[in-house]
């Protein structure tokens, strides 16, 4: 039975028509650099099927299927199965282990046919729907060691199946609703241990980490001089020494854990080892590509790097290469500042939330949005490590594509539903 006028109205009433313009123009900005990234002359219609640009045209077309789909269903239904959702989508990252194919070294595809699907692309949204639905419950409160240890349960769970799967760098993505947990009144000590716990890992991954307890003890000594009141000074030194000492022995065994080329990835990064022509080869040419753009670029189509396949994973991972090297430093900013913009855009729509649900849930897409954005452009230009996370939008692929249109449009419709009150 068709849709009515009147209820077509009535199910595109008060959508963003601004943040859906903006995710419509990076798409079909995304869009013309998969082009410019795999550009073939031969193929030269942007629409041909058999060329990487064609196959994008067909996800993006059933991105905006799934778009449409996401705003006829009642906004209510996402609240109600937020849960349900999240089951799901932790039984299909099982599955994966179970009946994946690995592919350039993870378990993390399931193919039906020759198309592959990315689970854990999609279990990003099912975690946001899932945080939102238990913090927005009433009586919860983040103060509570009960809150947090749940909250810390909806978000480490996927991560660790994720690990098993060697998609380490998708796993660090789910680290961005830490922000959320913030917002809803986690205390800012948290992230201030947050913070440190990395720089003590940078640094046991530094130096030899016999030096770096023994730094810390001195550290120890001298502030315990310092204080005047030792009464609890003594416990709260012993508990921090056990804990960074923990924290560093910890770096140290995880580190030997890993993988041949995830050590090489780390100490590319950290500058203690020099490898151009393997592990290191992506970054340099990526800086190489980068850096030839210049403040104006090249031009659409006129990139050497990229067309002549320097860049690795050009498509990819590091498709920003083609928006230095062919736009510059203007254009770069430029794209910067566009996904900038629907980030501050999300939030300012959270924030006018009347229910908690969707406001948390809000939150959760723009920490996504923000760790994705921030990391993907940090490693294209070496300040920050290799972990294989795409560029939203822009990185080829159905997966990455569906995943973040699904995390968005579910937002976007909670919005359009502001003025009714969710739990």
């Known amino acids: 039975m068709p ?29 013309g650099n998969i082009y410019a990234a795999v550009y073939n002359e031969d193929h030269q219609n942007i629409f041909d099927i058999s060329q990487k ?35 799901i989508a932790i039984l299909s990252l099982l599955l994966v282990l179970a009946v994946g194919k690995e592919v ?21 949204f099912t975690v946001g729907l899932a945080l939102a639905k238990f913090l927005s419950r009433m009586n919860i409160k983040m103060t509570d060691l009960s809150t947090k240890i749940y909250s810390g349960i909806i978000i480490v769970l996927p991560m660790l199946i994720i690990i098993m799967q060697h998609e ?47 730094g810390l003890g001195v550290l120890a000594l001298i502030a315990f001089l310092l204080v005047k009141k030792k009464r609890n000074t003594i416990l709260i030194i012993i508990v921090s020494f056990i804990l960074t000492g923990g924290i560093v022995f910890g770096t140290d065994y995880a580190f ?11 100490n590319v990064f950290l500058g203690k080892e ?20 210049g403040f104006l670029g090249k031009g659409y189509l006129e990139g050497t790097q990229t067309k002549f396949d320097f860049v690795p994973e050009q498509d990819t991972d590091f ?59 940090g490693m294209t230009i070496g300040l920050a490590p290799v972990i294989g996370i795409p560029l939203p939008f822009f990185s080829y ?27």
Request: net charge positive.
């Open 104 to 124: 350039k070294g993870s378990k993390s595809w399931i193919y039906f046919g020759n198309t592959g699907v990315q689970p854990a692309e999609f279990a990003k």
């Open 256 to 266: 030997q854990k890993l993988e041949g080329y995830q050590k090489t990835r780390i």
């Open 274 to 293: 020099t490898d151009k022509n393997k592990t290191g080869y992506n970054v340099n040419q990526a800086k190489i590509a980068i850096g030839s753009g």
């Open 168 to 214: 380490t760098g998708v796993a660090l993505v789910f680290s961005a609703y830490i922000f959320v947990l913030y917002r809803e009144g986690l205390s800012g000590n948290f992230l201030l241990l947050g913070v440190s716990a990395i720089i003590l890992f940078i640094v046991s991954l530094l130096f030899n980490k016999y030096y770096v307890i023994t």
């Open 319 to 377: 498709i920003f290469c083609t928006v230095g090297e062919e736009w510059g430093f203007v254009g770069s900013t430029a794209i910067i500042m566009l996904f900038v913009t629907l980030i501050i855009r999300i939030i300012f729509m959270a924030e006018r939330q009347r229910s908690s649900f969707s406001r948390i849930y809000g939150y959760g897409v723009a920490s996504i949005f923000f760790f994705h954005l921030m990391i993907n452009v």
């Open 3 to 31: 849709i009515s006028s009147r209820n077509t109205k009535q199910i595109f009433a008060n959508v963003d028509l601004i943040t859906i313009g903006l995710y419509l123009l990076l798409v079909l900005i995304g869009w």
């Open 53 to 87: 640009y064609g196959k994008q045209m067909l996800w993006i077309v059933t991105a905006l299927v799934i778009a449409i789909i996401i705003l006829i269903i009642d906004a209510e239904f996402y609240t109600a199965f937020a849960f349900p959702i999240y089951a």
């Open 397 to 423: 692929g159905g997966s990455s594509l569906w995943s973040f249109t699904i995390l968005l449009f579910v937002f976007i419709k909670l919005d359009s539903n502001r003025l009714l009150v969710f739990r």
